[in-house]
């Protein structure tokens, strides 16, 4: 996937760092998840990173998050025994699914989104271009080729790691393939969730 960082200065999340636990690397909280131990002692994450407790983050990605369950990273964070499976990876990618289709289905109901082929088509052409080009993951090559070369012209971002069903089920509609969005806050957040969820689905470095 191609997400690129080309959003208005105004609309960029927050740019705190964190440390990874795995790797030590600091990273920007945007391309981290943070977890918690809840009360029984069970690690869940916390993808919007509003749970209350001590965080602890790791580096998006399904390799990363793995090596911790399976090295007891999250214990020796917690400085205590706590419990997680490897189930939690998958977990992971599901919330990042929810929460994107949820901002989806928010920017629609707020007018800021742009659906089908045609439609799409025209307003990468226009004088303002969208913030967002999105793409379901298993959309026909042939739309796809054309969309993707016209939002690489115009600098528009690219989000392709959802699919057609998923894409569908956020906005209500039948066989959503394009789609776009306006530069703004829903925009931004689309983004950073789509390069983390690019870490559990297998298509890093694109």
Do not use: Y
Request: glycine residues 8%.
């Amino acid at each position: 996937m191609s997400v690129q960082p080309a959003i208005a200065k105004e609309t960029i999340l927050s740019v705190r760092e964190r440390s990874c636990i795995v790797t030590r690397a600091v990273l920007p909280e945007e391309k981290l998840v943070r977890f918690v131990v809840d009360p029984q002692g069970q690690v869940i994450p916390d993808v919007a990173a509003k749970l209350p407790g001590r965080g602890m983050w790791l580096s998006a990605d399904r390799a990363t998050l793995e090596r911790a369950v399976e090295k007891g990273h999250f214990s020796r964070a917690a400085k205590a025994p706590v419990a997680a499976t490897i189930d939690i990876v998958n977990r992971v990618e599901t919330l990042l699914v929810e929460r994107m289709c949820g901002d989806l289905g928010l920017a629609r109901r707020a007018g800021q989104l742009v659906l089908g082929f045609e439609n799409v088509a025209r307003a990468l052409s226009g004088p303002k271009p969208p913030a967002v080009l999105l793409e379901a993951s298993d959309g026909a090559d042939d739309g796809r080729r054309k969309l993707l070369g016209m939002a690489k012209n115009r600098g528009v971002t690219v989000i392709d790691c959802l699919t057609r069903a998923e894409m569908s089920l956020a906005l209500g509609r039948d066989n959503v393939v394009h789609a776009a969005l306006k530069s703004g806050r829903l925009s931004a957040r689309l983004a950073a969730d789509a390069r983390r969820l690019d870490g559990f689905r297998g298509k890093q470095g694109a």
